[in-house]
Structure formats: structure tokens, C-alpha cells
């Protein structure tokens, strides 16, 4: 028996890195899986963001486990898409029980960072494409009567400034930190008002996470020309970083009934970051 049999979770930005994990986890834990998307790259962003075949290798994972998964193409910033694969998943999975808000970007690197767009893209993707995430799903969840478990991905910059070099802090920098807040203002607002439907909203978390947001070149670039810019070393446990699976673990707990009480919460994935 899986600890979410029955269940199915809609996971955004689910093509690679730690949405691919959710699905993929949540799949082996008896869920079905509606999973987005943007596939394509933003001009703020440096690294190489995922492309559609990334998400076709996700399904695939996911079908591996015997769930199956919705998949499309989406962007949390455009809410008319959002809620386009979101009827598709329902018409074909017939229900949803879980929200993985997930999708993000890091747009403060280079020159691209700078831009004044790169402050934009930051709010637009993390914090506006997060409520646009959630509330697609929420009238179902109301509508059901079954309850929920909605969880943000936000980010140990969404509990600290971080950031302690002004030199290092791009537009794209500060629009992160802002919006990793953000979500736990949204976070909050759903437990207070969601609660009498039972349905639950929790943020998490994660310290560095092995994915191709931040181990890529750029971010290695950086942090060579700003060695301040934050302190690395924070992690207590003695690693650089979490894994996806880390924080799909913790994403898992949350969706399932062993934690059928914990709304409201800002839990921290984070090898004991945020204690000092
Ligand atoms: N990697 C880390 O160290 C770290 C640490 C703390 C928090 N986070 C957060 O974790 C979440 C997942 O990031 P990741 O580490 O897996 O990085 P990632 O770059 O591997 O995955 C992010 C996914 O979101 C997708 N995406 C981006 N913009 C989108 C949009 N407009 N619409 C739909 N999809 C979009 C990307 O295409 C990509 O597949 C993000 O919210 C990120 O900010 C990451």
C-alpha cells in the first residue's frame, strides 16, 4: 500500500529537477500524476532551462511505476494554460487531491540578471505563476469535499535575505528572495482560509538542491567573482547539497495522511541552514 493510493497531485514544472521527483516519488507512492511544464527558455535566464523532452522522459518515469501521468506544456504566468492542462488531467485522471506549486526560476545571473526584466520574470514565475498554480486547482478541491494538501516550493530565501554582497544582489537576486517570501504570505492566507475544507497548505524549505537551476557554470561563475555573496558553509550536515528526492520525501509526507494536521507550516528541508 502506497501512502498516496487513490490520490492524484498536480505538480508544476515538472520536466526535470525536483518536480520530476515529485511526480516520480508521488507516482511510486500510488498517485497519478497531472504534470507541467514551460519547456522553453526564458531570456533572463542563463542556464539552460528544460526542454520538452525532459518531460516526456518524466512520464515515462512515472508510467514506469505502473501511475499514470497527464503531461503538457504550460506557463504558470499565463493562468489560461495553467488551468488548460489542469481540465485536461482532470477529464482523463477524474479527480486531484494534491497541489506541487514548483515551478521556478533563478534569473540573477550575468548581464541577463541585471535587467530590469529579470526583476519581472522573478515575481511573474515564483510568486504570481504560484497563485495562478493554486487557484486552478482549488475550486475542484473545494468542489470534491475530500480535502487537500496544497505545497509550495519556496526556499531557505524564503526565511532569510541571504544575500549579504550588494554587489551580488542582481535585480533577479532580490526578485528570488521577495517571491520566496511571497509564497509564504500565500501559504498562510490558503491554510487560514482553506482550512474548514480540510484542505491543507504547507511551504518547503530546501537548501541547494542537485538540480540544472544551480549546478550549472554559471552559478560556479558566481560564486568565483562573488565569494561573499553568501555563506555556502551553512549547510550543518556535512554536504554541499540535498537531493530532489530529499525534497520530494518531505512533499510525500505532506500530501499523505500521516500528516493530516500539519497546515500552516514553513518547513525547512534544509541540512540545518536556517538554525544559524
Ligand atoms: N535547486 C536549488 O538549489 C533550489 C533551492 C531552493 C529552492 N529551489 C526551488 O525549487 C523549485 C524547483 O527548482 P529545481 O531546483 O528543480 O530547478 P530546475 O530548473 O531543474 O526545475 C525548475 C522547472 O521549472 C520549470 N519552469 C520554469 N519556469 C516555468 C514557467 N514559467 N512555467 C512552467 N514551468 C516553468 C523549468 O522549465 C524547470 O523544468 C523552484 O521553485 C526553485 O526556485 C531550488
Sequence with gaps: MGALDGKVAFVSGAARGQGRAHAVRMAEEGADI?????????????????????????????????????????????????????EQGLGELGRVDIV??????????????????????????????????????????????????????????????????????SGGIIGYVAAKHGVVGLMRVYATSLASHRIRANTIHPTGVDTPMVNNSEFARFFQEFPNAFDTTRNLLPIPWVEPVDIANAAVFLASDAARYITGVTLPVDAGFSTI
Design 34 to 86: 497531472i504534470g507541467f511544464d514551460l519547456c522553453d527558455q526564458l531570456q533572463t535566464v542563463v542556464y539552460e532551462m528544460a526542454r520538452p523532452e525532459d518531460l516526456e522522459e518524466t512520464a515515462r518515469l512515472v508510467e514506469a511505476t505502473g501511475r499514470q501521468m497527464v503531461a503538457g506544456r504550460a506557463d504558470v504566468r499565463d493562468p489560461s494554460s495553467v488551468q488548460e492542462i489542469f
Design 100 to 169: 506541487v506549486a514548483n515551478a521556478g526560476i533563478f534569473a540573477g545571473l550575468g548581464d541577463a540578471g541585471r535587467s530590469p526584466a529579470a526583476w519581472q520574470d522573478s515575481i511573474d514565475v515564483l510568486l504570481s505563476g504560484v497563485y495562478h498554480t493554486c487557484e486552478v486547482a482549488i475550486p475542484t478541491l473545494i468542489e470534491q469535499g475530500d480535502g487537500g494538501s496544497i505545497i509550495i516550493t519556496s526556499s531557505t530565501a524564503g526565511l532569510g535575505g541571504l544575500y549579504a554582497d550588494r554587489n551580488a544582489t
